[in-house]
């Protein structure tokens, strides 16, 4: 497999919160273009707490102390002064259950761009598509645009988010255990869709379970207590890890 460019690098990065909680310890990792990468391992490994510093939602939670640097195209994310709303834009998050505002399924695509400032129908009902049609979900809600979108199911409220997200025309995807709440047709649905759109952006995905991870990793990082063990390309990580701290987990040997 060819390795593409690297999208973002992490450099020593380590996180404490303020209870003393140090639930990352001086990670270094890349993240290559157009491919799913991976970061899985038990609760409490510092999974989440990585990817909430991509998009800088760490600044909402209690975190004391932040050192490192996370490259994005070269800018450091953790830059203070750096626009944070830009950012979000750019690297977009879905979380473990659909968060749908309540507000109908047309709106809940067009209001990140409302919100930047587009106000022309012609082009909201275009962008409205197109994210519909590349999340998979417009042939199932294009003659109810305009009903609640509480009203379609947890599978397709995810898919809306996913769509949310791409309205803004990301460079990153983050996923956060984005099918934990889903049933196995739905989840397959989102997992074939991240393999089908995974070229036109950079997607990184915390699975919920290791079976998933081995499924999705075109690349893979283990994090064990905040330790990122190893990481590497999906194939090799998965067959033949150098750990024998990943090789217990991948084999099921604690969980
Ligand atoms: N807001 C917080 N305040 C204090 N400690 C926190 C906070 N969020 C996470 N932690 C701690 O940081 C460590 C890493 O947690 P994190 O949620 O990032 O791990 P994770 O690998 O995503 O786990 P999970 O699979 O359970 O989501 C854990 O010890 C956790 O208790």
Known sequence: MVISMDKIRIEHLSIRYSDGTESLRDINLSIPANQITVLFGPAGGGKSTLLRAL???????????????????GINILDPKLNVVELR???????????????SIYQNVSYGLELM??????????????ALRRAALWDEVYDR???????????QQQRLCLARVLALEPEVILLDEPTSALDPVSTARIEGLMQEIKEQYT???????????????????????????EH????????????????????????
Request: aromatic share 8%; net charge neutral.
């Open 145 to 155: 645009l305009h009903d609640p979108a509480n009203a379609i199911s947890g599978g």
């Open 89 to 103: 834009r750019k690297i977009g998050m879905v979380f473990s259950r659909p968060v749908v505002l309540p507000l």
């Open 117 to 130: 400032g587009e106000r022309r129908k012609s082009k909201l009902d275009e962008a409205v598509e197109r």
């Open 232 to 255: 590497g390309v999906g194939e090799t990580l998965f067959v033949k890890p150098r750990d024998q701290r990943t090789q217990d987990y991948v084999t099921g040997r604690f969980g």
């Open 203 to 229: 997607i990184v995905w915390v699975p919920h379970n290791v079976q998933q991870a081995a499924r999705m990793a075109d690349y893979a990082a283990f994090f064990l207590q905040g330790e990122l063990v």
């Open 55 to 73: 998009n800088r939602l760490n600044d909402l939670a209690d975190v004391q102390e932040v050192s490192g640097q996370i490259l994005f195209n």
